[in-house]
Every structure is written in C-alpha cells, then in structure tokens.
C-alpha cells in the first residue's frame, strides 16, 4: 500500500468508505468500492473510462486516493479521448506530452 502520510487529507471523507457514492461520479450510481475494482480489474477500455472519469471530475487530491502517477503514464494513450479540457492540466502536472483529440486526421463522428 502507498504510503499516504505526505498528502493532504480527502475533501470528503467518504472517500474512505466502499460503499459511499463519490461525489464526482454524480451521473452513475457506482460506490467506491466499485470504482476501485473498475479501475482495478477491468478490461482496457472500462479503466480508461473510469480513470478518465476520476482525472477529469474529482479534486487532484483525491486522485491519488484511486491511482498512482506512474498508472496514469501507463494508461495515457488510452485516457486522451475521456479528459477533455483536464487533458493539458494532467499532461502538464505528469510532465507528458499533451496531445490534441481527437488527432488530427481522424473522424470520431
């Protein structure tokens, strides 16, 4: 388990709890615990979704509550398309290259 003693507290303690709603997820009725195996253990394209959901929706410092810096690397490629405007933010503070989407030459229509 990651040490968390070095980072400020969550802004709700909620967060703490399996079974409570996050507040950024205010569209779907998923608790935390099932938010954490979501981005745990499912397919490719359901943790891009919901890693996406967490950068894009929740408080910075609740991120590193559900994920790592080194997650969010891992997953880049395929998290661009779920950020929208958080995507220059997050690229910015990982120190990764920023990318447009979609790119350029492609029709997501």
Not at 43 to 71: H, I
């Amino acid at each position: 388990m990651l040490d968390r003693s070095h980072l400020l507290p969550p802004t709700s303690e909620s967060l703490l709890d399996d079974s409570a709603r996050p507040y950024f997820v205010w569209w779907s009725d998923v608790t935390v615990g099932e938010l954490k195996s979501y981005l745990a253990n499912g397919k490719l394209e359901q943790r891009a979704y919901w890693l996406g959901t967490l950068l894009r929706e929740a408080n910075s410092r609740d991120v590193w509550l559900f994920t790592s810096p080194a997650q969010i690397r891992e997953m880049w490629p395929h998290l661009l398309r779920h950020l929208g405007p958080a995507r220059a933010r997050w690229a910015w503070l990982l120190d990764i290259e920023a990318q447009d989407w979609p790119p350029a030459g492609v029709n997501i229509a």
